[in-house]
């Protein structure tokens, strides 16, 4: 059953749902964030409305850098006014940023530590008709192995907006993967997000089976966590919205207690969060996993619908996998 | 700032040599490094921490310091030896460059050394930082700001993509706080700049991107003092020093050899000086140098 700690929407389930891209609420959270901290700048490559920048450019302007389309010399721009105490956001799609600009990334604001937020937008195969060179599958991987770097999945559109507030107020690094398409808004002001904890949205004793996901993927989890609960599975999910630092506390626990483990991700199956958690408990606590995503391949154009189905990840493609692997 | 005598001029020359000594004995002491564009830009790192620049090395992070940012991190000797003589820690620190658990990283890590304004080594992103830092500093302060940041860069590094994204945004921005100063020394690691990805018409490249370019000889003392003054007095464009650079200047042995780019005394071409004397050769001509100018201040003290 739903956590009711979770404090999601009163009818999660419903055929009607009101749905919201996690770049809006980027947009929102940018300027709710910069209206409190006035050291709280943005820069974007051209990309302005695409990435929500614009709410932000509007309001002020004056603390709104456009650099053109200049991935690369951007995330050094924003370095060089993190150093002079300013709290930059830069925004593009994530296959630029951090895709083209990631040795900029490393060297000139995680190794620098310098106190910069890296917001990709148009992340995995929701992109949809534009294509595999515009859908980021690999950003989680290529982030999460940069010491210094905060990453941060939101699973919808109003976690996009806290995680934002919440980045603003992390001094370091920190890497917000965002998504072009809209999906379900599935949390409330309510639920809570705080930066570096896992939450458990659906919850039952002794599972035969946890789920761990991120991002706006998680909404399929859990209507296929309610297929199963009734069909008489015992299911868990949680949600890991921290890729780095990972909640190895809560993830450990639930894997103790879970008999078979699965993790979801619009990305990579390497690389990702089914890496990251399959090192923690290869370590800690070893299991079989069952890791679903992109297999070792690129995207291509189609509707968001088809490439999700295409890929195994749709809600018929995750309920599939994980109904035989716990057979 | 003030003009410069000439016994000021020649104490400024004097200690040059002495960095450029200790250029030569931390780069023997660490057994790799890079040479050549150390040496160049010791009058360039002179005129600036000795003259030019409003920084304090008792108080590094003191608010309204200008900022040096080095872009072509591999030329950190010239950078440590120059702050360890102007105070901001021990000089014999410089020996341990390059090795386990030094603050002095073979290429600057800026956590690690306090009054280092960035971490550089890959190419081409010290300029984007500098256009980052006075963009922060003109959205604070205005277009009266009288805090400046001087980014050094290498000729060859100018291959780099990423150096022309910032050159027009710093063009679009009109950012006359920004003083960039290319080494113009026409070497890189392969070979002569112009053999490896020719840069003329450099200063035309610049006024393209709505530049104010400066070019003058990057070892005249009186002339480096004063090219800054000048680049302080434009108003509504960046400024760039292309600064023509012997590589090696001090060391006549060594002088002009591209060779001598990513080699360090002991390790270096041995058409001219054997490997195993190239550090007493070097200290020997460094110290030949060294009497020329005490003469000329003798010289002047008797006028």
Redesign the interface.
């Known amino acids: 059953m739903l956590n009711k700690d979770s404090h999601f929407i009163k009818d999660i389930f419903a055929k009607e749902i009101k749905e919201e891209a996690t770049r809006v609420g980027y947009g929102k959270g940018l300027l709710e964030a910069g209206e409190k901290n006035k050291n709280i700048?943005a820069l974007c490559a051209d990309l302005t409305e695409s990435t929500s920048t614009h709410l932000f450019a509007k309001k002020f302007p004056?603390?709104f850098?456009q650099?053109?389309i200049?991935e690369?010399?951007?995330?050094?721009?924003?370095?060089?006014?993190?150093?002079?105490?300013?709290v930059?956001f830069f925004s593009s799609y994530a296959m630029f940023s951090p895709g083209r600009n990631w040795?900029?990334i490393r060297?000139?604001i995680c190794?620098?530590?310098v106190n910069a937020k890296i917001i990709g937008s148009h992340s995995g195969v929701s992109v949809g008709p534009d294509g595999a060179t515009h859908q980021a599958l690999e950003d989680i991987a290529i982030t999460r192995v940069i010491p210094n770097m905060t990453v941060i999945v939101p699973s919808d559109s109003e976690a996009a907006r806290k995680a934002t507030i919440k980045a603003a107020e992390h001094n370091g690094p920190v890497y917000i993967r965002l998504a072009r398409e809209k999906t379900p808004l599935i949390t409330t002001e309510k639920t809570p997000f705080e930066i570096g904890k896992a939450y458990p949205v659906w919850v039952t004793e002794k599972p035969d089976v946890t789920i761990f996901s991120c991002g706006d993927i998680l909404f399929n989890v859990l209507r296929v966590a309610k297929t199963l609960t009734e069909k008489n599975k015992k299911v868990t999910v949680v949600n890991v919205p921290t890729i780095k630092p990972l909640d190895t506390k809560t993830i450990i626990e639930h894997a103790k207690n879970s008999q078979k483990i699965v993790t979801v991700e619009e990305h990579q199956r390497s690389g990702g969060l089914g890496s990251a958690i399959s090192e923690v408990l290869s370590e800690s606590c070893p299991k079989q996993i069952l890791r679903l995503g992109v297999d070792d391949s690129f995207g291509e154009s189609g509707t968001p619908t088809e490439l999700f189905k295409h890929h195994g990840i749709d809600y018929d493609g995750i309920l599939a996998s994980v109904e035989k692997y716990i057979k | 700032m003030i003009s410069l005598t000439d016994r000021k001029i020649a104490d400024l020359e004097l200690k040059a040599n002495d960095i450029r000594v200790s250029i030569i004995e931390s780069l023997a002491a660490a057994g790799s490094g890079h040479t050549a564009g150390s040496l160049g830009m010791a009058d360039v790192f002179t005129v600036l921490y000795f003259a030019v620049m409003n920084h304090d090395p008792k108080k590094p992070n003191k608010e309204d310091r200008d900022r040096l940012i080095l872009s072509n991190g591999h030329i950190a000797p010239v950078l440590y030896s120059t702050m360890a003589h102007a105070g901001y820690f021990p000089v014999k620190e410089l020996l341990t460059l390059r090795k386990f658990g030094s603050r002095l990283q073979g290429h600057p890590h800026r956590t690690s050394l306090p009054g280092l304004e960035t971490s550089s080594g890959p190419l081409g992103s010290g300029l984007s930082q500098a256009v980052g830092m006075t963009i922060a500093e003109e959205m604070d302060a205005g277009e009266i700001s009288n805090k400046f940041f001087y980014c050094l860069l290498g000729d060859g590094e100018l291959n780099e993509g990423q150096n022309w994204e910032a050159i027009m945004l710093a063009g679009k921005k009109r950012l006359h706080n920004l003083i960039a100063v290319v080494d113009r020394n026409n070497i890189q690691i392969d070979g002569n700049t112009e053999d490896i990805m020719p840069l003329e018409p450099l200063r035309e490249k610049f006024l393209a991107f709505n530049w104010h370019v400066i070019e003058m000889d990057g070892h005249n003392m009186r002339g480096l003092y004063q090219a800054f003054l000048d680049a302080q007095s434009v108003a509504e464009k960046p400024i760039v020093i292309i600064a023509h650079t012997i590589p090696s200047k001090g060391v006549l042995s060594f002088q002009r050899d591209y060779r001598w780019h990513g080699a360090p005394p002991g390790k270096g071409p041995e058409d001219r000086v054997k490997k195993d004397k190239q550090k007493e050769v070097a200290l020997k001509e460094l110290k030949e140098v060294r009497g020329e100018i005490e003469e000329k201040i003798k010289n002047l003290n008797k006028e």
């Open positions: 700048v004056h603390r850098v650099v053109g200049t690369q010399s951007m995330a050094s721009v924003a370095s060089g006014m993190a150093a002079m105490g300013k930059p040795e900029q060297t000139t190794y620098n530590d």
